[in-house]
């Protein structure tokens, strides 16, 4: 499968380009945002940040949907808007940002992306906030320890510093559900990961398939419980403001159902060993 990588963009460089677009908008008279010979550019109709570019925002790293490798944004979630933005005929670049303000919609309706990809589950609380596209994975919660912590599942937490990602629904079920736990909030699993190796945390309760990489990597860790919670993950948009572009994603994503190509992305993340 050839597919355009996407354009790496840090954080700061990211909200230079914002504002540079935004001081330099076309007036209506303009003829700016045109393609080649006055032709309306790819995705005007879906009114881009950036003229004929998907501009996606993430909060990176969150194997296997995001994280980088080789200088690149990758991983499930990057790899399936990739085959989204060729199948509406625009190029893609992804923003590093904080998931709590992409949850809560905040770089969203800044106009700072077009699109929020990042593991986030569909709640109704976050459906007062922004908008989201039809659900493209299916999810479970899970607990993950050192193999020689005696931890065998959530009960035997009381008086354990379990580690949560802030504002996810981990953390909801964490709450909810870990009994006299100490519950120890990180900004990502970039944060989590590192503070369970030095032994700050005694557990990690996330996503199964972000545990599951942690697991793979180091034989010293393992998933001891899952938890059904009928999690299904969607892309956000900013509340009521991107409709065409909404629906053109929902009709891109089932056509890549239809022909195969989701299948294809998502078995070479989620394929069983």
């Not at 970039?190 to 309760?205: K, Y």
């Not at 996330?206 to 180091?218: I, R, W």
């Not at 403001?241 to 089932?254: F, S």
Request: aromatic share 8%.
């Amino acid at each position: 499968m050839n597919r355009r990588r996407p354009v790496l963009f840090g954080t700061a460089v990211a909200a230079a380009a914002v504002l540079a677009l935004t001081g330099c908008a076309s007036g209506p008279g303009d003829a700016g945002g045109n393609g080649e010979g006055g032709q309306p550019a790819a995705g005007d109709e879906y009114g881009l940040v950036e003229s004929g570019t998907l501009s996606v925002c993430s909060d990176i790293p969150y194997p296997p949907f995001e994280y980088e490798e080789g200088g690149e944004y990758t991983g499930f979630d990057i790899d399936l808007l990739t085959a989204i933005a060729d199948e509406l005929g625009l190029e893609i670049n992804v923003q590093d940002v904080n998931f709590d303000a992409l949850q809560s919609g905040t770089v969203l309706v800044a106009g700072q992306c077009d699109i929020g990809a990042s593991a986030m589950t569909i709640t109704e609380e976050r459906k007062a906030n922004i908008d989201f596209s039809d659900p493209y994975y299916d999810s479970l919660q899970s607990l993950l320890v050192r193999a020689d912590s005696g931890i065998e599942g959530i009960d035997d937490l009381s008086g354990k510093r379990v580690g949560v990602q802030q504002g996810t629904t981990g953390e909801i079920y964490a709450t909810e559900n870990a009994e006299g736990a100490e519950l120890v909030q990180y900004p990502s699993d970039g944060e989590l990961w590192p503070a369970i190796q030095a032994g700050q945390i005694d557990a990690i309760l996330q996503d199964q398939p972000v545990n599951l990489e942690h697991e793979k990597a180091d034989d010293s860790y393992e998933i001891v419980e899952t938890y059904e919670t009928d999690e299904q993950y969607g892309f956000a948009f900013a509340k009521g403001e991107k409709t065409e572009l909404l629906e053109a994603v929902n009709d891109a994503l089932q056509t890549l159902k239809d022909n195969g190509e989701y299948q294809q992305i998502y078995d070479t993340y989620f394929t069983a060993e």
